[in-house]
């Protein structure tokens, strides 16, 4: 029967002790003991739900890459028949205009990843800058860093989104900059929850005594208390960035030639869904991989992280 692991302090400082055989993380009978940073990376890799969606995503990566090198298809070839079926020569088919299908799959998601990438990494950083200096601060600070908060919440994305990339231009970069700054909300919100809680405690109160700047307090002694929740809201936030600029530019809001996305190969082929499917799905397909694995990732980081998690 699995039992239910807990991480508890050691007489080594930052070291717990590696739990015995039959535990939910396994290990050697003798007393050794392993880093925190040990004991997540262990968990996670025996999280056989996340490292299988780590090595699709990883593979699907390396292929969207390298394979358009290889197959020698070209974005700016339009020598192609209009609505070509899929053949040899186009995996895919093609597209109204005679461009291949497969090409604009693979450019897309190249570029709906990166997209992912830059507003995960943005709001990651303004999420925890803000939420951790307000959970530590309270008071004034607190009550205005959560206001802000509660004001981007009910801020139409779709309505800001349509004015910046209108008066700016649709380039893949600044959808990842309009994501990055509309996203950072339940990071600051989780990262101020636990905040209030550790600025209680005896470490920061000495650091605190001995006159460290807040600045420092929250930068090391704060932020890295609560790596895990950073680093699983940070997955997460990457799925939901890539699912949220797919929304966008298949109505026509993110996204815009010359550029492309996987939400922008949506937007100009779902017309053909009933006649031509593949010009649909594919897209689709990739959609759907990307955000599912990179969901799945999160969870194995959340249960590596999780001391109390149980291993199944």
């Excluded at 535990?23 to 009978?29: E, F, L, P, S």
């Excluded at 895990?228 to 797919?246: C, M, P, Q, S, Y």
Aim: aromatic share 10%; glycine share 10%.
């Amino acid at each position: 029967m699995a039992e239910t692991t807990q991480t508890t302090p050691a007489t080594h400082p930052g070291k717990v002790p590696d739990p015995p055989s039959g535990r939910a993380d396994g290990g050697d009978v003798g007393g050794a003991f392993l880093t925190q940073g040990q004991l997540v990376r262990r968990r996670f890799l025996r999280h056989r739900a996340a490292m299988t969606a780590l090595t699709i995503l990883v593979l699907f990566i390396l292929f969207v890459y390298i394979a358009p090198f290889f197959l020698g298809y070209s974005l700016t070839n339009l020598s192609a028949g209009s609505y070509e079926d899929p053949s040899p020569a186009h995996i895919f088919g093609t597209d109204q205009v005679g461009a291949d299908v497969f090409s604009l799959v693979m450019k897309g998601s190249q570029f709906s990843l990166q997209i992912g990438f830059i507003a995960a990494v943005i709001s990651t950083v303004v999420g925890v800058l803000l939420g951790t200096t307000a959970g530590y601060l309270r008071r004034g600070t607190d009550t205005a860093v959560s206001r802000v908060t509660d004001l981007f919440l009910v801020v139409p994305l779709q309505a800001v989104a349509a004015i910046l990339i209108a008066g700016l231009g649709g380039s893949w970069w600044l959808v990842g900059l309009i994501l990055g700054f509309f996203l950072w909300m339940p990071i600051a919100r989780v990262t101020r929850a636990e905040a209030l809680a550790l600025a209680q405690r005896e470490f920061v109160e000495a650091a605190r005594a001995s006159g460290a700047t807040t600045w420092r307090i929250v930068t090391k002694h704060l932020v890295p208390n609560m790596i895990g929740t950073i680093v699983v809201n940070a997955t997460l936030t990457l799925a939901l960035a890539v699912l949220t600029e797919a929304a966008l530019s298949f109505i026509g809001l993110g996204v815009q030639i010359p550029d492309t996305s996987l939400g922008l190969v949506l937007n100009q082929n779902y017309t053909q869904l009933g006649t031509r499917p593949w010009l649909f799905w594919a897209p689709f397909v990739a959609i759907v991989l990307i955000s599912l694995t990179i969901n799945f990732i999160g969870d194995g980081l959340r249960d590596a992280f999780d001391p109390r998690q149980t291993r199944r």
